[in-house]
């Protein structure tokens, strides 16, 4: 039985597919109710093997170990089903995938979702998944290379063909491919009016090119695409207030964290993303943002010895520092010093990399300019978008300045400038790095020298 994304099912109950066929369609359109649509599904029919692997994977996008109990309750249900029945290839590479990413391995997990795609590319589920575990774990090469591979079997009138191009439209711009990305986003909107990703693809390459007026008026005028999604709204209106910020809008700015973007004080990582790196990019720029940050902070302690994610342990990180909390902060890379030295999964392999010694500058900025340059080039392995990274991008350059190290802040912002705009904080720095780098060579050129002893 096939559903209407071409996924092929050993089921045969209308009712259960048409409850699967919903939640489907809301995860292409970032849409509230998936738990509940796979749960009438099930309610219909219990042995619905996809539905107990989406739910599943429900559990791994949502990073936090709180949720890999209930995951894995899905991943056996599912396994029980392949037991009494024999199931279709796809549904196979579902459970398989499944498995490797609650084992901490996404990377293989969406290699094997992709096998499952040479025989049916135009499975909208199969790439839909594999696209967001390589987004998570920091392989943006993957995620074009996916789409790429796809994208020439879909054609414009499939169900999913609109979101599939605003996927690509995202690997495009995160390739730095702006003028490509940007037209494959914008017939991801003509496809699927309601595309919020399509949409956000578009704002990105508008944010790297600094068009901030643009990126104002296509989020303000889009409202209707992307209000009614989940979540995922919040970081919609956080690239509205990027916008604002370049543009000098401070009130503004201000304004949306509280009314949108923060406007449900939830944990779930990606809100707390957009909400520290926000306040973190105001407090760069001077910016007093009053006691936004203890609620952050408290999340972030609570949180401590979270090792699921580096993209979120880092994030945390900073909202503890910026309540003073440095003790708090070490806890979190002690434990991922832990966890990396006892599991081979793709996260500690990103905590050896680069996250355990970001960490630890963030915490205590004391290494030499080397460092902060080798650290401003794996920062991708983070996962995550260039935007979003950026606010570490950002926090390197200037601990940098405040260790004197003039020429690696520079070098780092001229990395910068290869994939964004010169923008106002680029020039800022600059011109810090200028004044700074002239008042130490004052100061040593004012100094006595000292006699030479020729005896």
Not at 291 to 317: C, G, K, P, V, Y
Request: aromatic share 8%; charged share 20%.
């Amino acid at each position: 039985m096939f559903d209407i994304y071409n996924g092929h099912h050993s089921i045969e109950n209308t009712d259960a597919l048409a409850h699967f066929e919903a939640a489907v369609a809301a995860l292409a359109r970032h849409r509230p109710g998936i738990a509940s649509l796979l749960d009438g599904a099930l309610a219909a029919e219990p042995n619905f093997i996809a539905a107990h692997v989406l739910k599943g994977f429900a559990g791994v996008l949502l990073a936090y170990r709180d949720y890999q109990s209930d995951a894995r309750q899905s991943l056996q249900a599912a396994e029980r089903v392949m037991e009494k029945t024999k199931p279709s290839r796809s549904e196979v590479c579902l459970v398989e995938a499944l498995r490797l990413a609650l084992d901490g391995q996404c990377l293989k997990a969406a290699d094997v979702l992709e096998v499952g795609l040479l025989d049916e590319p135009n499975h909208f589920l199969l790439l839909k998944l594999s696209y967001g575990l390589r987004f998570m774990a920091g392989d943006p090469v993957g995620m074009l290379s996916l789409t790429s591979r796809v994208l020439p079997k879909w054609s414009p009138g499939a169900p999913a063909a609109g979101y599939v191009f605003g996927c690509h439209a995202f690997s495009l711009e995160e390739a730095g491919e702006f003028h490509d990305a940007e037209r494959f986003g914008r017939r991801a909107l003509a496809l699927a009016p309601d595309d919020a990703w399509g949409l956000h693809a578009v704002c990105h390459v508008q944010e790297m090119q600094s068009r901030f007026d643009d990126g104002i008026y296509l989020i303000e005028s889009s409202r209707k695409a992307w209000q009614g999604c989940n979540n995922f709204k919040f970081h919609v209106a956080w690239h509205l207030a990027l916008f604002y910020l370049e543009a000098g809008r401070v009130d503004d700015v201000l304004a949306l964290y509280d009314t949108e973007i923060r406007a449900l004080r939830s944990d779930d990582y990606r809100d707390i993303a957009n909400a520290v790196s926000l306040l973190q990019r105001l407090q760069q720029e001077g910016v007093d943002v009053g006691n936004r940050w203890d609620e952050l902070a408290a999340i972030a302690s609570a949180r401590a010895d979270e090792t699921s994610l580096m993209f979120a342990s880092l994030h945390q990180i900073l909202a503890l520092l910026a309540c003073g909390q440095q003790e708090t902060a070490r806890s979190t890379v002690a434990a991922w010093q832990v966890a990396a030295s006892t599991a081979a999964t793709d996260q500690s392999c990103v905590a050896n990399r680069v996250g355990l010694e970001l960490g630890q500058i963030l915490i205590s900025n004391d290494k030499d300019g080397a460092v902060f340059d080798k650290l401003a080039r794996q920062l991708p392995a983070i996962g995550g978008s260039i935007a979003q990274r950026d606010v570490f991008f950002r926090e390197l350059v200037v601990l940098a300045c405040q260790a004197n190290q003039h020429d690696a802040a520079q070098k780092m912002l001229a990395l910068r400038a290869q994939v964004r705009s010169e923008d106002r904080f680029h020039r800022t720095m600059i011109a810090k790095c200028m004044v700074e780098r002239n008042m130490i060579e004052k100061s040593l050129a004012a100094q006595p020298q000292k006699a030479l002893n020729v005896a």
